[in-house]
């Protein structure tokens, strides 16, 4: 099973930024790097997911490391409703399915 | 539509009951998804089905028994439930092909086997 390595909790003010760490050292030249949420009770919520190149959309940022063992997730603005459990997850070539890790809890505070 | 939608919300049931729990997408997908997941765990992957065709069971008990009728429905048909079965069970769709521009997941059903 692909593994990711995130801390198990950060705490982040409202209005700041959140950067979330992920590391996935063995991630293969063909794995994409995805990020998940989960609001209590709630399904996951896709966020973005990269290959090699920094992405953006309008929930997020992803920065991955030129050796892509490693990815950052950025929400610019932390907002009390980002609070969740935010999972890193890789997959890519035959494998589709998305095995998801522990995760980390963020918690967004006033 | 850009969801996926799971019924019941809830659900209770004894260990000799049979029921079943639906879930549906109109987005075109053609990768459906079922997951477990129990108390502040991750999900985890039971099965998928891919093609409307069962192609990973990650071994689970026969008493889960998944059905694929179209393209747009997804079933788990579940027959005597142990109580450490109760969970939240969450239904998801993709694309097929890389990269997979993301699941889309249903809110789930919250199973209580009593």
């Known amino acids: 099973d692909a593994k990711t390595t995130q801390p198990p909790s950060m705490d982040c003010a409202e209005g700041r930024a959140a950067n979330l760490p992920c590391n996935h050292s063995?991630?293969?030249?063909?794995?994409?790097v995805y990020w998940y949420r989960q609001i209590h009770s709630q399904g996951p919520q896709y966020i973005i997911h990269?290959?090699?190149n920094n992405e953006t959309n309008e929930m997020a940022s992803l920065i991955i490391t030129e050796d892509r063992k490693s990815s950052t997730l950025i929400l610019p603005h932390a907002t009390l409703r980002d609070t969740a459990v935010y999972y890193c997850?890789?997959?890519?070539?035959?494998?589709?399915?998305?095995?998801f890790g522990k995760g980390t809890l963020l918690t967004v505070n006033p | 539509d850009t969801e996926v939608t799971q019924t019941p919300k809830h659900l209770v049931m004894g260990m000799t009951n049979k029921k079943s729990l639906k879930c549906e997408q109109h987005?075109?997908?053609?990768?459906m998804y079922w997951y477990k997941q129990k108390a502040k765990k991750p999900p985890e992957l039971m099965f998928v089905?891919?093609?409307?065709?069962?192609?990973i069971n990650e071994s689970v008990p026969s008493r889960f028994s998944p059905e694929c009728p179209n393209s747009s429905l997804l079933n788990l048909h579940l027959h005597a439930l142990q109580p450490e079965d109760s969970a939240l069970y969450l239904c998801?769709?993709?694309?097929?092909?890389?990269?997979?521009?993301?699941?889309?997941f249903g809110s789930g059903t919250r199973l209580t086997v009593v």
């Open positions: 987005m075109g997908h053609r990768a």
């Open positions: 997850i890789y997959s890519g070539g035959s494998n589709y399915k998305l095995t």
């Open positions: 063995t991630i293969s030249g063909n794995e994409y």
């Open positions: 990269g290959l090699k």
């Open positions: 089905y891919s093609y409307e065709k069962l192609s």
């Open positions: 998801a769709s993709s694309p097929l092909g890389q990269p997979n521009y993301g699941y889309t």
